[in-house]
């Protein structure tokens, strides 16, 4: 098992399906988590509220609210990246804010919170880690048919992952992304209930790539897109 203890890691979408599997094995390996959220209705319902460092309410495409989260973090080991949202449009029924609003939630706010780590990790100079979410359609954009500024907000999401990891890999700084199938998510079950859900990747085996790719162990993996697509 990964050794976290006396880490101290950031993670936003923390409060979700996959974030609250990627916080709880945080936590079993000593971690100390930093989570922020949105609002305080899902704060209340977190189940390791009491376990964790909350901070909130934030916008994560608000630069100072980004701020805010990371400069009250402390000595920063990693940053992991789970928020952001999905809409399924085609491309005739999508307008300008609905193409802006896919890459506010998913690129910006990724762009954000990498930029304040890299910061926080030169603070402490002792090298850091980053972990970004794509998803298949940025892989394999086919898949992306009917939700293409999805897929495009993901892909750009793996883009920067990759330049990002080539930028600060001196500095000791290893970052990668994993990029899911669909996952298999009570929400997930509902939209989709006649699905072979038993093919779907589980929240806790994607969680756990997550938390080797954000762990000490992993001292030479940086800028991949690690497919989690379990039998899908």
Request: proline residues 5%.
């Amino acid at each position: 098992m990964t050794d976290y203890h006396d880490r101290v890691v950031v993670v936003t979408g923390g409060t979700g399906a996959l974030g609250c599997a990627v916080v709880e094995a945080l936590l079993a390996r000593g971690a100390s988590c930093v989570v922020p959220y949105r609002g305080d209705g899902v704060a209340a319902r977190f189940p390791f509220k009491d376990r964790v460092k909350l901070v909130g309410p934030v916008d994560l495409s608000d630069e100072r609210d980004v701020a805010r989260v990371y400069d009250g973090a402390g000595a920063l080991w990693a940053s992991i990246h789970l928020a952001g949202g999905f809409a399924m449009t085609s491309i005739a029924d999508t307008k300008k804010a609905d193409i802006l609003r896919m890459f506010e939630m998913n690129l910006v706010t990724c762009h954000l919170c990498c930029a304040a780590a890299v910061r926080a990790f030169r603070r402490g100079d002792q090298g850091g880690r980053i972990v970004n979410v794509a998803a298949r359609p940025a892989l394999e954009p086919r898949l992306a048919a009917g939700m293409a500024a999805y897929g495009a907000s993901k892909a750009a999401v793996a883009a920067l992952t990759e330049a990002l990891a080539e930028e600060v890999a001196s500095n000791g700084i290893l970052v990668n992304a994993v990029a899911p199938s669909i996952i298999d998510t009570p929400a997930n079950r509902a939209a989709m209930p006649m699905a072979k859900h038993e093919q779907w990747p589980k929240v806790d085996e994607i969680a756990a790539t997550i938390v080797f790719l954000a762990s000490p162990e992993n001292r030479v993996t940086r800028g991949a897109i690690v497919p989690v697509y379990g039998k899908s």
